[in-house]
């Protein structure tokens, strides 16, 4: 065998073995799960639902002095803004509805999904 032969012999045993580690077959997603991911596999009032208000609305919605008089201090009255549509019609900033949290931006869609699931499931205090 020649030199040059081998040479190319050698550069292409080279190639094919480079090639064949650079390809599998792992899924994408399965390496890098998207950041975004949104676990609603355990949403419950006290666990999700109940911080999330507390987190984001009683600054304003409590006690006496409530913003528009609507109280969100507890189970019975969540339950009732939940099941009268106006939490997730102030939440999802749908039209006809004031916007909320006031002054501030739109619940990410993880959590408004979470409070979603809730109240599909009827509101359940859990």
Known sequence: MT???RK?????????MFLAQACYYDKEEELYPPSGSCDTT??????TVFPVISNSCTSCH?????????????YESISAAANNGSLLGVIR???GWSPMPKN?????????????IWINNGTPNN
């Open 104 to 116: 501030a931006g739109k619940l990410d869609d993880c959590t408004i999904r979470k409070l979603e």
């Open 42 to 47: 355990n949403v419950t009032y006290s666990g």
């Open 93 to 95: 900033h749908e039209s």
């Open 62 to 74: 409590t006690g006496i002095g409530a913003g528009g008089n609507i109280s969100l201090d507890s």
């Open 8 to 16: 190319g012999l050698l550069l292409l045993i080279i190639s094919v």
């Open 3 to 5: 030199k040059m032969k």
